[in-house]
């Protein structure tokens, strides 16, 4: 498994204890932020880490089941966003997860392409396992229209 922005939030601590819990021990972290990502490596979770932004420092072959992430994707122009999902898909095995976790909200950012998703579900690369929105997802600022704080997780699997 690998987690994406594995710096130092606490869903990333909760969800690798998680993890290792249910006896998951082989997880690579990675994050663009070195400072982040050496607080991460702190913790004991991660077999590996990589330092870098998207995938540029990641291996090439699929060895992953899962790539999870949280509160990293949609945030803002220069955060990952559906670009980086062709690269992402090529390091997960067959019948493996991408998951990710976002405020519901940066979906419908003018960034974000979709028609990237759209074709590889058209071309059978991936499928939609499921999309759940859950309030709450973190604090609520004065500016922000969405009230209730809306999380989006995203759930797709390969399929080739």
């Known amino acids: 498994s690998k987690t994406s922005g594995s710096g130092g939030s606490m869903f990333a601590r909760m969800k690798l204890k998680a993890l290792h819990n249910r006896n998951f021990q082989n997880i690579d972290g990675s994050d663009c932020n070195s400072g982040l990502l050496k607080s991460a490596g702190e913790k004991g979770f991660f077999k590996n880490l990589y330092c870098g932004r998207g995938t540029a420092n990641l291996p090439t072959e699929r060895i992953y089941d899962i790539i999870c992430s949280s509160g990293t994707f949609f945030l803002s122009r220069s955060h990952p966003c559906t670009e980086v999902f ?72 390969v399929l080739q």
């Not at 499928?127 to 997802?137: N, Q």
């Not at 209730?148 to 797709?156: C, D, P, W």
């Open 86 to 157: 062709p690269d992402l898909i090529k390091l997960i095995k067959r019948g493996g997860s991408l998951i990710i976790l976002t405020k519901k909200s940066y979906l419908d950012k003018d960034y974000v392409d979709w028609g990237i998703v759209k074709e590889m579900l058209r071309k059978n690369i991936i499928e939609e396992v499921e999309r759940v929105y859950i309030p709450g997802y973190r604090k609520v600022f004065e500016f922000e229209k969405d009230r209730l704080s809306m999380a989006a997780i995203l759930h797709y699997r």
